[in-house]
């Protein structure tokens, strides 16, 4: 395999998986709020879905998220009438990652606005900010560790990204093939070589990834 | 003039209040569990009662017979809770500006000049003393024009000689702001010397009402 297939293949992974954690952050920021602040009936049933993709096969994610943006699936539909392809293209790479990432995303987030004292969010409050105001300029900055950690743990956890990925997205060299995608179609081929090559490019990510988010987290943070 | 008349169950007890506050201090005083603090949290809006009105100048608050119940960011008051709560992640500065209201003529240097905090606009919170933040938070619930001010024991976390020197800060915002203070203390020597009337809880009810204390009146100057 030459090196020039070994970058597109990984720096295409790095894309897709960067532009999945911009993705998580408005879901994964309201559903971490609501989870951590939020008193609402169906509150269970929404912290157990969010967490779903974790424990669930990521294969049948896959397959939900397939039946959902096929073309003539109930979003698919509207996708398709408004002129964009999901399905076997990179943005359903992005949406698989997306969709695999959140779980750790918002469980870090939740627990970092957990720990943010809400005497803070009552005095900002009173000083007349609304929610929303509290929301970006107390709790998010408290939180800070955990969003950007979070964030690194939904990436990395995105790059993995395997199962829900070649449901909806397949294995086109240079349209739709990551680093995971790539190492079981070259395994499975013979091609033992380059699967152990990128073996080694992704285990290289993983590590600065994972060291970047264990040094966010084990930073003294602010005291909230 | 601030009409509390309200019931709020917290834990063994139900607090029933019923009073009309319309002297520019008002000291609520009484034992640690007597309900102080959350008669000052009720009239912010932290906690709702069962039932009952509050209302400040005319302006209601809450009213469980209208369905009134003001969110906290429309209340106007200023609240400066026991452990003063200053932004850790913001500068004096930022703090003291945060609840700035649109269109108030109060301005930063004003408030900072009458509790001294001019040199402290630039330093971060955590290099503050007690004192300091007592009187940073004082300026901060100012600056958010607030139509009355909630002080929660604002001088239990300082020594005797910083609470021989705010006191006078706060004597001045009575003065030269006219901004009615509800101030809640379990010292009563403090609660004589500052407020024009005294209002006793025990339990979660009002036992007692007085007025300025005799001995009060040669301190009210000590500034």
Redesign the interface.
């Known amino acids: 395999m030459r090196g020039m297939q070994i970058w597109e293949i990984t720096s295409f992974t790095i894309a897709t998986a960067a532009f999945a954690t911009l993705l998580m952050l408005p879901p994964g920021l309201l559903l971490a709020w609501l989870l951590a602040r939020g008193r609402f009936h169906g509150r269970l049933l929404v912290d157990t879905a969010v967490s779903l993709p974790l424990v669930m096969p990521p294969v049948a994610t896959g397959l939900v998220l397939l039946f959902l943006v096929a073309p003539r699936g109930p979003l698919g539909r509207l996708l398709t009438e408004a002129g964009v392809d999901i399905v076997f293209t990179w943005k359903a790479v992005v949406l698989a990652m997306a969709v695999m990432g959140l779980p750790l995303f918002v469980r870090t987030v939740r627990a970092g606005i957990e720990q943010v004292?809400r005497?803070?969010e009552?005095?900002?409050?009173?000083?007349?900010?609304?929610p929303l105001r509290?929301f970006f300029?107390?709790t998010l900055?408290?939180s800070r560790p955990a969003v950007l950690a979070g964030a690194v743990l939904g990436f990395a956890r995105a790059l993995g990204e395997f199962g829900a990925t070649v449901m909806i997205a397949g294995s086109i060299p240079g349209s739709t093939r990551t680093l995971a995608v790539a190492i079981y179609s070259f395994a499975e081929t013979g091609r033992d070589t380059d699967a152990a090559l990128l073996v080694g490019v992704s285990a290289a990510i993983a590590f600065v990834a994972l060291a970047l988010a264990n040094w966010i987290s084990s930073r003294p943070g602010?005291?909230? | 003039m601030i009409v509390v008349d309200f019931r709020l169950s917290q834990g063994s007890f139900t607090l029933d209040i019923r009073v009309r506050l319309d002297r520019p201090i008002t000291a609520l005083f009484g034992p640690s569990g007597a309900g102080k603090t959350t008669v000052l949290d009720a009239i912010?809006?932290?906690r709702t009662p069962l039932a009952g009105a509050i209302a400040i100048g005319g302006r209601s608050l809450f009213d469980s017979d209208a369905g009134i119940n003001l969110?906290?960011?429309?209340?106007?008051?200023?609240?400066v809770?026991q452990?003063v709560?200053?932004?850790?992640?913001m500068s004096v500065r930022r703090n003291v500006l945060?609840?700035r209201?649109e269109g108030q003529k109060l301005l930063l240097s004003t408030v900072a000049n009458m509790l001294e905090i001019e040199t402290l606009l630039d330093r971060n919170v955590?290099q503050l003393s007690g004192g300091e933040r007592q009187r940073v938070a004082l300026a901060?619930?100012l600056m958010?024009a607030p139509e009355v001010l909630l002080l929660d024991e604002p001088l239990a976390a300082v020594d005797v000689e910083r609470r021989r020197r705010i006191l006078p800060y706060l004597e001045r915002v009575r003065d030269e702001l006219r901004v009615p203070i509800v101030y809640v203390t379990h010292d009563r020597g403090e609660a004589s010397q500052l407020a024009d009337e005294v209002v006793v809880l025990a339990a979660g009810r009002i036992v007692e009402r007085e007025g300025p204390q005799p001995d009060a009146s040669g301190n009210g100057d000590a500034a």
């Open positions: 004292d005497r803070y009552a005095a900002a409050a009173t000083l007349g900010a609304g509290v300029t107390v900055p408290l602010v005291r909230a | 912010a809006g932290l969110p906290p960011h429309h209340r106007h008051v200023g609240y809770a452990d709560a200053l932004f850790p992640h945060y609840g209201r955590p901060r619930a958010s």
